[in-house]
T-cell receptor, first 114, second 114 residues
Framework: GAGVSQSPSNKVTEKGKDVELRCDPI?????LYWYRQSLGQGLEFLIY????????KSGLPSDRFSAERTGGSVSTLTIQRTQQEDSAVYLC????????????FGPGTRLTVL | AQSVAQPEDQVNVAEGNPLTVKCTYS??????LFWYVQYPNRGLQFLLK??????LVKGSYGFEAEFNKSQTSFHLKKPSALVSDSALYFC????????????FGPGTRLSVLP
C-alpha cells in the first residue's frame, strides 16, 4: 500500500516568507509526527498528533511554527516569517497508534531559506 | 527527560566482519527503544524495536540488538556486514512514563568497506 507522502519535496524561499509543508499519512494511522533534520544532525521532534487528542507541541522551536491535522488525516506544518536557520529537511511520520508502534517516515521536504 | 547517545559519529568495518553500532539512553522510567536506518537520498526505515520481553531483538536485514538495562544500552549488531549496509543509523527512545515524543540520537554513519 501507499506509504507516507510529503509535498513539496523541495522548497526554496526567501527569508521572511511563510511556507506550508504537507504530509499525507498512511491510511488508518492515527498518530502523526513532525521532525526536523538539519544537515548532518539527528532528528529533532517538533509536534505529535494522536487521534482527536490535543497535539503535543512541546518540540516546536518558536511561535513561528504551527501545525494542524484536518479530519485526523492530512497534516500541514506552517512556518511563518522564515529564517535562514529554518533550513532543514522536515520529516513526517505516522504510526498505527500508541507508544510502541513503528513509525513510518515520509521522504521529507528539503526547505532552503535564502 | 529522556536522552540518547550514540558515541561514535562514524564506524568503519570490512565487509564480512561483525559490526556494532552503539547506543546508550537515559530515561526516568522504562524505555521503548528503536533503531532506524537512513540510506542515501531515502527516508528513514525501521529496523527493530524493544518493547518488553526477550532482551535480544531481531530485526530486518539480519540486524539484532540487545537491551541491557544495567548498562542502559541498546547496541545494534550484525554478524557479517555487507557493503549495502552502509548508511546512517539512528537509535531512538521513548520513556513509557514521560510524554508522547521520541528522542532520536545524533546518528552513526556506518561505512562497510569491500
Amino acid at each position: 500500500g501507499a506509504g507516507v507522502s510529503q509535498s513539496p519535496s523541495n522548497k526554496v524561499t526567501e527569508k521572511g516568507k511563510d511556507v506550508e509543508l504537507r504530509c499525507d499519512p498512511i491510511s488508518g494511522h492515527t498518530a502523526l509526527y513532525w521532525y526536523r533534520q538539519s544537515l548532518g544532525q539527528g532528528l529533532e521532534f517538533l509536534i505529535y498528533f494522536q487521534g482527536n487528542s490535543a497535539p503535543d507541541k512541546s518540540g516546536l522551536p518558536s511561535d513561528r511554527f504551527s501545525a494542524e491535522r484536518t479530519g485526523g488525516s492530512v497534516s500541514t506544518l506552517t512556518i511563518q516569517r522564515t529564517q535562514q536557520e529554518d533550513s532543514a529537511v522536515y520529516l513526517c511520520a505516522s504510526s498505527l497508534s500508541g507508544f510502541t508502534d513503528t513509525q513510518y517516515f515520509g521522504p521529507g521536504t528539503r526547505l532552503t531559506v535564502l | 527527560a529522556q536522552s540518547v547517545a550514540q558515541p561514535e559519529d562514524q564506524v568503519n568495518v570490512a565487509e564480512g566482519n561483525p559490526l556494532t553500532v552503539k547506543c546508550t539512553y537515559s530515561v526516568s522510567g522504562n524505555p521503548y527503544l528503536f533503531w532506524y536506518v537512513q540510506y542515501p537520498n531515502r527516508g528513514l526505515q525501521f529496523l527493530l524495536k524493544y518493547i518488553t520481553g526477550d532482551n535480544l531483538v531481531k530485526g530486518s536485514y539480519g540486524f539484532e540488538a540487545e537491551f541491557n538495562k544495567s548498562q542502559t544500552s541498546f547496541h545494534l549488531k550484525k554478524p557479517s556486514a555487507l557493503v549495502s549496509d552502509s548508511a546512517l543509523y539512528f537509535c531512538a527512545v521513548r520513556d513509557r512514563n514521560y510524554g508522547q515524543n521520541f528522542v532520536f540520537g545524533p546518528g552513526t554513519r556506518l561505512s562497510v568497506l569491500p
